[in-house]
Structure formats: structure tokens, C-alpha cells
């Protein structure tokens, strides 16, 4: 069974930095396509980055420069690195996972980033 | 970007009933179309990829059907689980996801 357990939010002031974990089991990170995606409280989803098997990355335009998606092979993990956090930025970042490109087979449950001063 | 635009924003429907959920895309995204449900206060579910394919473990009544531009997901005879909300996603370019539909009861 596969499962993806996202760590790392919290409430964090405007400009600030937080590193978001997804830890997999059931899963190979680095030969599956790993994606973060996000909701904002009450709205729609919005993919946020990849990580492909052969370690290119990729970020919605919107988000580039902020955002750094990476894995962690020895401990099976995602990771999604965001600096210069902004109050848009709030929302419920989930991990997903896939064997095909663009796509989420299997999710976590999510983690809240909730920006604020 | 490509915009995925879903209708009805709602659906009011009793159990048994056949549900039948739009999405169209701006532009042509062939059959990289899939289908996703999510519950209240959980992760979203894949349901259809490729626009027809069921996932796995997904019940028969659930069907996905188009290409191109346009396509629908329908549910033939509502369970109560199905009551939720359902978004289309393409994955021709880069991800984006419609606004989605939600299913209520009537």
C-alpha cells in the first residue's frame, strides 16, 4: 500500500522560508514523478513543481524562483524548499506520486502553510 | 496556460440518479485528460486517466469519454460516497486543473 505523508507547515510571516517534507512508503520517490500541488482554503488545486525520475525539475511559471522541489533517496522523501513565502502562498500543499508524468496516482493528506504576521 | 473550464458549477441530484460532469479545455490537450474527486477535508482521488481509463480500484460506474477539447465524466446511478466535488486535470502541458464541479444531493 502506498503512502505519502506530507510534514513541515505551519503559520510563518511574509518573506519567511519553510521546507515541506513528504516521506513515502509503498513508493519509490526517485523512480516515480513526484509533484507537490496546492489548495488555498476553500478554492481549486494548483500544481505547484515535479520532480522527474531522472532529477529534472519543473514549477508552475508563476512560482519559479521561489520554489525548489528535491528528493531525498536514502530516506525516500520529497521535499519542497519556498523562500520569500507571500500571504497567496497560504494553502494545504499535498505530495503526490505517479508513474506517469503529469499526473497523481497516490496523495498524502497534506500539510497547511498558512502565511501571516 | 491551458484554462479547463468545468460545467454546471453544481449538480443537484438523489441516489440512482445519472450524473454527467463537462470539462472543456482551451485548447486541444488529445486524450491527456483525467478525472479527480475529492471529499471534504481530504486528498483528491484519481478516478479517470487518459480521458477513458478507470484507475485502479475505481468502480465501473464511473466512465470518462472525449478528446480534443471536450469531455465528460459520468456517473451512471449515484451512490451516496459520490456526493463530493470533481475536478478535470490536463496533462499535455503543464498540469492545470478546472475549477470543478460539485455533486450535492438533492
Known amino acids: 500500500e502506498v503512502q505519502l505523508a506530507e510534514s513541515g507547515g505551519g503559520v510563518i510571516q511574509p518573506g519567511g522560508s519553510l521546507r515541506l517534507s513528504c516521506a513515502a512508503s509503498?513508493?519509490?520517490?526517485?523512480?516515480?514523478?513526484m509533484s507537490w500541488v496546492r489548495q488555498a482554503p476553500g478554492k481549486g488545486l494548483e500544481w505547484v513543481s515535479i520532480l522527474y525520475p531522472d532529477g529534472a525539475t519543473y514549477y508552475a511559471d508563476s512560482l519559479k524562483g521561489r520554489f525548489a522541489i528535491s528528493g531525498d533517496t536514502s530516506k525516500n522523501t520529497l521535499h519542497l524548499q519556498i523562500n520569500g513565502l507571500r500571504a497567496e502562498d497560504t494553502a494545504l500543499y499535498y505530495c503526490a506520486g505517479s508513474s506517469r508524468p503529469n499526473l497523481g496516482d497516490f496523495w498524502g493528506q497534506g500539510t497547511l502553510v498558512t502565511v501571516s504576521s | 496556460e491551458v484554462v479547463l473550464t468545468q460545467s454546471p458549477a453544481t449538480l443537484s441530484l438523489s441516489p440512482g440518479q445519472r450524473a454527467t460532469l463537462s470539462c472543456r479545455a482551451s485548447q486541444s490537450v488529445s486524450s491527456y485528460l483525467a478525472w479527480y474527486q475529492q471529499k471534504a477535508g481530504q486528498a483528491p482521488r484519481l478516478l479517470i486517466y487518459d480521458a477513458s481509463n478507470r484507475a485502479t480500484g475505481i468502480p465501473a460506474r464511473f466512465s470518462g469519454s472525449g478528446s480534443g477539447t471536450d469531455f465528460t465524466l459520468t456517473i451512471s446511478s449515484l451512490e451516496p460516497e459520490d456526493f463530493a466535488v470533481y475536478y478535470c486535470?490536463?496533462?499535455?502541458?503543464?498540469?492545470?486543473f478546472g475549477q470543478g464541479t460539485k455533486v450535492e444531493m438533492k
Open positions: 509503498g513508493l519509490t520517490v526517485s523512480t516515480n514523478f
Open positions: 486535470q490536463q496533462g499535455l502541458y503543464w498540469p492545470t
